[in-house]
Every structure is written in C-alpha cells, then in structure tokens.
Nanobody, 113 residues
Framework: QVQLVESGGCLVEPGGSLRLSCAAS????????MSWYRQAPGKQRELVAN???????GYVDSVKGRFTISRDNAKNTVYLQMNSLKPEDTAVYYC???????WGQGTQVTVSS
C-alpha cells in the first residue's frame, strides 16, 4: 500500500508563497496520476490541481496563474507551488492518489496578516 506524507504548510501573509510537498512511499509513484485537494473550515473538500503520469496538469479556476503542480519521479514526490496567496486559500491541503484511493494526512496552510 502506498503511503503519502505532505509537508510545507504554515502561516503566511497575504501575497506570500509556499511550496507543499507530498512524498510517496513506493516507486510506482511514476505511473500514478496525483492530485492536491483542500478543505477549508465548514466547506467541502475541493480539487485544487492534478498532474498526470505524462506531466500534463489541470487546475481549478480559483488558483490558475497562481499555483503550479509538478512532480519529481526520481524522488517519488509531487509539489504544489503556491504564489500570491490569499486569505481564501486558507485550508488543510491533502495529497491524493486517485487510482489507489489513498489520501495523505493533510498539511495546514493559513494565509493571514
């Protein structure tokens, strides 16, 4: 079973940047499509971005032009670079492997002055 471990979440001021990482425990990572979701307090979990094994990517409209998803198959890691952060980006961010149905434990991102 693949395990996913996120890191990189913290408190950041509006307009700031963060890079989240999600490390997978197995080398089959390179064959997997990977996704980042987020869940804000009182809201449903929403898809933020996904990246396919081909490295093509897709984004929810609210983060287009600000967030970039990428992957390093040699390190079994997927990243989410977040720029121009807004208070409404505050949420727990989760890594997800949809073909396996495996979630990470989540990492808290708080955007506040």
């Amino acid at each position: 079973q693949v395990q996913l471990v996120e890191s990189g979440g913290c408190l950041v001021e509006p307009g700031g940047s963060l890079r989240l990482s999600c490390a997978a425990s197995r080398s089959i990572f390179s064959t997997l499509n990977m996704s980042w979701y987020r869940q804000a307090p009182g809201k449903q979990r929403e898809l933020v971005a996904n990246i396919f094994s081909s490295h093509s990517a897709g984004y929810v409209d609210s983060v287009k032009g600000r967030f970039t998803i990428s992957r390093d198959n040699a390190k079994n890691t997927v990243y989410l670079q977040m720029n121009s952060l807004k208070p409404e980006d505050t949420a727990v961010y989760y890594c997800f492997a949809p073909e396996l149905g495996v979630w990470g434990q989540g990492t808290q991102v708080t955007v506040s002055s």
